[in-house]
């Protein structure tokens, strides 16, 4: 047999063993992930979980799920969450939580969990569609009339316009505050887009999106907008004193009212967004209890005096931003 | 001339950049409000925009197209803000946003 033909059925059989290997391999990892020979990892779901009541539980919990995903063996370990006790939570923390799954998948996490104890809970989760981000065993009901999560990357001109088109058609809200929502809701997106993400570690890839939750109640509409990038505080230009100390819900306060143009881009006719969402909440009232968490800084506004800012350090760091505001259906039948 | 954002562009105005998604400031800029500008200042006639009938007025999307249209065209010397023309039935306050972008891209 001429030499040449030696090489090419060796390496033929060479190129077979290793398909079979490789087919043995995933098989095997397969097996593992569904049965119970990957190690596990144990993270306990605080039982209230709230960012600014029980922040300091609710944030170590996060950042106990982003650590152990950066030391863990993805290949031979799964992180089981488990959520039995949690008796109470947010649609802010479930919603930031499914952002926090959505990290896990796309960092090749194996990863599962239980449902609350308390059934109410669980069935409230499944108004969330965690279902849609998780495997979940029990049967779980979205509620699209009283609660949606959108979630997006880039500015999504269809998502803002339909929650537009359905706060509008459940309320009967005057066109202007319609009007007003999609320019929040865009220039939320677009920040996000442009400015949450771009500093974040590389060393865990991050979804790069925004979520927006949308809740129906009889009396008003609570609309939460968040990501889990960098936060207000690392992203925005700092000056003079800043640089050394300045609590962070000063930074968020300062941003929102423009003191001055912290935009890092060093162009003059940027970060006219989140100051023009300020001003229709406080010149324009065009909506209600404004709330933002980013970093350590929580401010709220009174509805009251709305340029007066409620202002609080948190103990601990919560990666991204949170904004949350609400439509009151009182003051939509009066048209104000 | 008449420029009719909703008819002739979009209902849905989005962020400021192409890169942010679609229906950018800058692509509007770029493929529609530029382009009618070209035609009515070389018609030498004033250009109407009408503002009614959009989802909102995202302010980047407005500053990136009304700012950018007369940052493009101040070092050629042309006053874009006296060829322009705002309608708007629906919220009047508009136009001054508008126009104070404008001032400040032409002072900035």
Known sequence: ?336 | MELNIGKHYSKYPGGRKKSSGEFSGEHFLESCLGEFYKKAFDANENLTIILDGLYGYPSSFLEESFGGLVRINKDKGKDVLDRLEFVSKENPLLIERIENYMRNALNG
Request: hydrophobic share 35%; glycine share 6%.
């Open chain 1, 1 to 336: 047999m001429p030499k040449n033909q030696h090489l090419d059925r060796y390496k033929k059989n060479q190129l077979n063993r290793e398909n079979a290997l490789k087919k043995n391999i995933s098989r095997l990892k397969e097996y593992a992930i569904n049965s119970d020979i990957l190690r596990k990892i144990h993270i306990k779901v605080p039982e209230r979980l709230n960012f600014v009541s029980s922040n300091y539980e609710t944030t170590q919990f996060f950042s106990n799920i982003l650590a152990n995903v950066k030391t863990m063996n993805r290949s031979s370990e799964k992180m089981i969450v488990d959520l039995l006790e949690v008796s109470e939570f947010n649609s802010e923390v479930i919603v930031y939580f499914i952002s926090i799954i959505d990290l896990l998948s796309i960092n090749n996490v194996n990863f599962a969990g239980n449902l609350p104890r308390l059934p109410e809970l669980s069935t409230e989760l499944g108004r969330y569609g965690i279902q849609n981000h998780a495997k979940v065993r029990k049967r779980l009901d979205l509620d699209l009339d009283r609660l949606c999560v959108f979630p997006g990357s880039k500015v999504d001109v269809k998502v803002a316009g339909g929650i537009s088109d359905f706060v509008q058609k459940a309320y009967n809200l005057n066109p202007n505050k319609c009007k007003i929502l999609y320019s929040t809701l865009i220039e939320l997106m677009d920040n996000t887009n442009s400015h949450a993400y771009n500093k974040v570690e590389t060393d865990l890839l991050f979804p790069e999106n925004w979520y927006i939750c949308v809740r129906n109640f009889d009396d008003h509409v609570a609309i939460s907008f968040l990501d889990i990038g960098e936060g207000i505080p690392r992203t925005i230009k700092r000056r003079g004193l800043e640089h050394l100390s300045s609590k962070h819900s000063d930074l968020i306060e300062s941003t929102l009212k423009g003191d001055f143009s912290r935009t890092k881009t060093g162009l003059a006719y940027r970060g006219y967004g989140l100051t023009e969402t300020y001003k229709n909440y406080s010149v324009e009232k065009q909506f209600d209890e404004l709330e933002i968490i980013s970093g350590k800084g929580y401010c709220r506004f009174d509805d009251f005096e709305r340029t007066k800012v409620i202002k609080d350090e948190l103990d601990e760091y919560v990666n991204g931003t949170i904004f949350k505001w609400k439509l009151y259906k009182k003051e939509i039948e009066n048209g104000t």
